[in-house]
């Protein structure tokens, strides 16, 4: 049997709805009831069978932080997707992220080896992977992190969840980690995921940043995260990403397919650097959430390009295009948006 924590998410109810189509027997893990009928919303996405297809997954209500309940998940289990994790780039949320990122995936690296599994797949990100200061060499696996660099709080976080991974490798556990870039996938329209760019963007945005970063579909990723759990590959890493676009180049693109208005101005740096610390002045003064972070402004910016080379040769991977992702996406939303009017 398969268990994917963190079911109700991006990444795992698109898992999930790949595993159940292939009949595979899977448990999941949830925290808050209300959340699993986005898992069935996105199904019904997919499927004219969508029900009975959520009906195949057994749910268990547990947090990755309280043990006793982890038990009872992983019973009977061969094979865990570790998709649960905490995605904020707001620096006061430093220790709430190393709780579930880092202690959640040590509580889920422990058990998978006292459960004898055969094979833990994680979902890391290429926030977790190195930089380099030339802008046009390709990142790849072994880029070297450098903990001294001005990493997000988030970066941090899911670096250190990583380590657990490969600490449970030294102690005889077999697992594989994928870096996926930006995910594009529908029915998170709201949150910390690419689904709250889309509403944003339609919703009208009025700056535009030149950064680049890989972008990826959300099929892609369950799909590579698949393959890697069927076949012999252990202990390895692989960026997951379909192509490295600007950040302009995604809001155009995205704004053109929801049909409104294009952002007209550039965010220079100058103007990112002074937003943040704005940001910063209302949190301090005015208690108000952070959105916009010293280390976000700068990735705002930033060319970053990753290399996704390993994963299509190692696996003869072939990724969906990102036009075609948006493409779909966009159309998601809009037909999730005529249904609320």
Known sequence: MILVTGGTGLVGSHLLFQLVKNNNKVRATYRRTKTLKRVAHVFSYYSSEAQTLFEKIEWIEADINDIPRLQNAFKDITHVYHCAAFVSFEPDKYHELRKINIEGTSNIVNLSISHNIKKLCYVSSIAAIGYNEDSEKLITEETEWNPEADNSVYAITKYGAELEVWRGTQEGLEAVIVNPGIILGAGYWKGGSSGN????????????????VGYVDVFDVTKAMIKLMQCDIKNERFIVIAENLSFKSFQFKVAKMLNVALPKKEAKPWLLSLAWRLDWLNHKLLRKRRTLSKQTAKSAVSITKYDNNKLK???????????????DVCG?????LSKKT
Not at 197 to 212: A, E, N, S, T, W
Not at 313 to 327: G, P, R, V
């Open 197 to 212: 760019l889309f509403r944003q963007i339609h919703d009208g945005m009025k700056y535009f940043v030149k950064g680049v």
């Open 332 to 336: 998601l939303y809009l037909k999730d």
């Open 313 to 327: 040769h190692t696996l003869d991977f072939q990724f969906k295009s990102i036009d075609d992702s948006i493409e």
